[in-house]
Every structure is written in structure tokens, then in C-alpha cells.
């Protein structure tokens, strides 16, 4: 028999061997949930004070919805926007994502092909709903 054989990884070096690794689509939304995760909880003291700005009073609120369009001191309108755009997009990565990986533990019935589905579902998922929500963000309709 004339097999191709394949490579097996073992300690993956960064240098060399990550050109040629295949990650599967499980594996990316995996990866993404913990960037997702980590990127919350960084900014968590952000999301907080958006909070707070947008319920303490009308006046605050006024300030909290000036700040998307001329900015908070030298940081212009456009670019928290896109800071608020990266906590959509995690936020609901992070929530697709753990609702796929709370079905999976309660099933236990997942198969490669299941796996490969359903990350690739919360991939799109994802990034449409983000698509959905930046285009609210910056006045699209």
C-alpha cells in the first residue's frame, strides 16, 4: 500500500510548524471563545462605566451618547465605536460559543461532523448578529 502519511504534532513549535497546522473549526472556536472571554473581563471596568454613563441621569446619558459621536477627549467618536464593536463582537462569540459548548456537554452525542457543524454555526452566528449590531452602531439604518 502506498499511504500518504501524515504528520503528527507533538509539540507544536511556533516558528516552524504553525504554516503548516490545520486547526479545525472547533478548534478556532475555541481559541475565540477565550480571546472573547479575556477580552470582557479586560474591559469590564469599561463596560461598567458605559453603564453607569448611560443609566445615572439624562444629562450623563447625553454625555455617554456624545462620546460616539465626537469622543472622549482625544479619542475620537469613530474609534470607541469600534472599541464598542470588538465588545459586541465578543460578547455574542462568547455567548454562542458557551451556549455550543453547554449543548455539547448535555447531549453527549457529538460527532466530528456535529462538532465541525456547530462551530462553524456559531462562527457565522457571530459574526452576523455583529454585523447586525455594528451597522446600528454606526447609523446604517
Known amino acids: 500500500m ?9 509539540n507544536l513549535n511556533v516558528f516552524t510548524d504553525l504554516t503548516s497546522y ?6 478556532f472556536v475555541s481559541i475565540l471563545h477565550r480571546i472573547s472571554g479575556l ?7 469599561l463596560l461598567v462605566w458605559f453603564f453607569d454613563k448611560s443609566l445615572t ?7 455617554f451618547t456624545n462620546a460616539f ?5 482625544a479619542v475620537p467618536g469613530w474609534f470607541i465605536k469600534l ?21 455539547m456537554d448535555a447531549t453527549h ?20 448578529l455583529t454585523a447586525a449590531l455594528g451597522a446600528k452602531l454606526f447609523g446604517l439604518y
Open 2 to 10: 502506498n499511504t500518504k502519511t501524515r504528520p503528527q504534532y507533538t
Open 22 to 27: 490545520r486547526l479545525p473549526p472547533a478548534g
Open 39 to 45: 477580552l470582557l473581563f479586560i474591559l469590564l471596568p
Open 57 to 63: 441621569s439624562e444629562i450623563s446619558y447625553e454625555e
Open 69 to 73: 459621536v465626537a469622543g472622549i477627549g
Open 83 to 103: 472599541v464598542c464593536l470588538g465588545l459586541i463582537w465578543g460578547y455574542l462569540h462568547h455567548f454562542c460559543a458557551g451556549l455550543r459548548h453547554l449543548w
Open 109 to 128: 452525542s457529538v460527532s466530528k461532523e456535529q462538532g465541525r457543524s456547530s462551530a462553524l454555526l456559531v462562527l457565522g452566528l457571530s459574526l452576523l
